[in-house]
């Protein structure tokens, strides 16, 4: 009943008018009720990324268990890529939700399209859903789907991160290891960037690891990461998603409600880069 109560005592935000953060003794008890583990430092907060489309309500709920900030794809690599709608829509409800929201794309790279076609199609779709970009996440994983050349990979993720920058778009790269290490060949030239790596045992609850950064090690031209994925093929609230923990830069617990500026949700801006 305790839950029940924590999830249906948030107040639902207006469009322009966010409802307040979650309180330290709200995080508390969902820690307590088991549905989040503990966090040891005050500077993390829960995420969850997620490429369906999402209802206002169903945000609502993730809200409720404790979550500050969901990851919304933007670009699909369907086809020969294209900007995933679901990605403008689920930034709305996200915010009208009070979560803090970044995107990230899964670019194609072995389309027929260049790099810089890709970031404008996805600012252009978002730009056009009323959403104003801060930072960008590429994923550059599963080496299946990239071409079996690893200077022309290098070359194509520079790209976009340049293409971003052209737009005053921070980058960061979503990959771990393995995955950067077989599709660039370990390359250590991309400079700028964040990190957001993912490490699971496998998939599922049981395949969690520490929602925590003890398991990185330095790689390519990181050595820090902001953002870590210990959770992949899970569910919350009934939708697939993934499970995260990310640097905040607070030094109190996490107080990231959601913006809007000149009558555009802002995106990008939770993350500690």
């Known amino acids: 009943m305790k839950l029940i109560f924590l999830a249906s005592a948030l107040a639902v935000a207006a469009f322009g008018n966010p409802v307040k953060p979650l309180s330290t003794k709200v995080l508390k008890e969902l820690e307590v009720a088991g549905l989040l583990p503990p966090l040891n430092d005050a500077s993390y907060a829960y995420a969850l990324d997620l490429s369906a489309s ?5 945000f609502q709920c993730i809200r409720g268990q404790g979550y500050s900030t969901v990851f919304v794809r933007a670009y699909t690599p369907a086809g020969n890529g294209a900007y995933d709608p ?6 709305k409800n996200a915010y009208s939700a009070g979560l803090g929201t970044e995107v990230y794309m899964t670019p194609q790279p072995a389309g027929s399209k260049t790099a810089a076609q890709q970031i404008d199609e996805m ?11 801060r930072t960008v996440w590429i994923q550059v994983t599963s080496p299946i789907n990239w071409p ?39 390359w250590s030239g991309l400079s700028g960037t964040s990190l957001w790596y993912w490490s699971v045992n496998g998939n599922g609850p049981s395949g969690e690891t520490k929602p ?6 330095a790689f ?23 499970r995260d923990v990310y640097m905040t830069g607070a030094t109190a617990p996490v107080q990231n409600a959601p913006v809007m500026e000149n009558g555009k949700i802002v995106v990008g801006n939770n993350v500690k880069l």
């Open 54 to 58: 999402v209802s206002l309500s169903t």
């Open 86 to 91: 679901n990605g403008g829509m689920n930034v």
């Open 123 to 133: 600012y252009q779709g978002l730009n056009a859903a009323g959403v104003t970009v």
């Open 148 to 186: 079996n050349n690893q200077v022309s990979n290098q070359n194509f993720i520079s790209s976009l991160v340049s293409r971003a920058r052209q737009y005053n778009i921070a980058a960061g790269v979503y990959t771990n290891t393995y995955d950067w290490n077989q599709i660039t060949n370990a």
């Open 212 to 217: 925590d950064f003890t398991d990185f090690r």
């Open 220 to 242: 390519g031209c990181w050595t820090q990461a902001a953002v870590k994925q210990f959770g992949q093929a899970e569910s919350v609230c009934s939708v697939a998603i993934n």
